[in-house]
């Protein structure tokens, strides 16, 4: 970690970095509706329920784990990690030498990660995107799905998940994406979650420098991969 807490609670099975702590407030909040459902028990469940499906049926929305290429003992970060499966699968990619952890800032998300998925080589902290709380270069490849359409400066967000990518390590993004309706969708009330246009992720992943940029758009999900030079 950058800045070791003095003392750590982890009294949820969790790392809580956001609790009490006034690194809570340093970053953009997102106050709309979809995020206030991920942030609450029963909205946390039914996401739990969904995803679990879709992940099952729908072949967009099956993490690339082979492409992400995980060493044996490596280790790998989960950013908006919510119930924690996609976690749980980088770390049996990396192996029982290796290390996977999950991100999120929402309490319930978190508790049903922990209950479902924390293990000897899987285990989550409550800390925001925009400030991970990690040393630069420390994980060998990093994920985010369905996450940074919630996030108030997703740039800051890729800032942090480049930086903390060791060199040749691998990223995989997953979003949301409007479609054709996307012009259209901006203007109207969208509960808090931004339409990323066809190319703005990939942009963003080569202006910090990152290399072997795809992006793939499959009906309305767009995955943004990446390698660290
Ligand atoms: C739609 S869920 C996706 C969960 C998981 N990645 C998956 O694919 O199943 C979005 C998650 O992002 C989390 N999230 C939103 N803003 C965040 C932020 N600033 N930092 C960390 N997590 C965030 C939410 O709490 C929620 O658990």
Redesign the pocket.
């Known amino acids: 970690m950058a800045d070791p807490p003095a003392a750590p609670d982890v009294s949820k099975g969790y790392l809580d970095l956001l609790g009490d702590s006034p690194d809570a407030d340093a970053?953009p909040?997102?106050t709309g509706a979809?995020?206030a459902v991920?942030?609450s028990g029963l909205g946390?469940m039914l996401?739990?329920n969904a995803?679990a499906f879709a992940?099952k049926l729908i072949g967009a929305?099956q993490l690339p784990v082979e492409w992400l290429d995980i060493p044996a003992g490596g280790t790998a970060l989960?950013?908006?990690?919510?119930?924690?499966?996609?976690t749980a699968s980088l770390a049996r990619a990396a192996g029982p030498d290796g290390l996977a952890l999950?991100?999120?800032?929402?309490e319930p998300?978190?508790a049903r990660a922990v209950k479902a998925e924390a293990g000897p080589n899987v285990g989550f902290l409550r800390?925001?995107?925009?400030r991970l709380p990690f040393r630069d270069e420390t994980f060998d490849a990093v994920?985010?799905?369905?996450?940074l359409q919630?996030?108030?400066d997703p740039q800051a967000?890729l800032s942090e998940i480049a930086r903390v990518l060791k060199p040749g390590g691998r990223v995989a993004i997953?979003v949301p994406t409007a479609g054709r309706g996307g012009q259209l969708l901006r203007l109207l009330p969208n509960g808090g979650v931004h339409f990323f246009t066809e190319d703005e992720l990939g942009d963003a992943f080569e202006d910090l420098g990152l290399t072997g940029v795809r992006t793939k758009t499959l009906a309305n999900i767009q995955w943004v991969r990446a390698r660290k030079p």
């Open positions: 970053s909040k997102n979809i995020q991920w942030a946390s996401y739990d995803q992940r929305w989960d950013v908006g990690s919510g119930p924690g499966n996609v999950g991100v999120d800032i929402s998300m978190l800390a925001d995107a925009q994920t985010s799905l369905a996450v919630l996030i108030p967000a997953m």
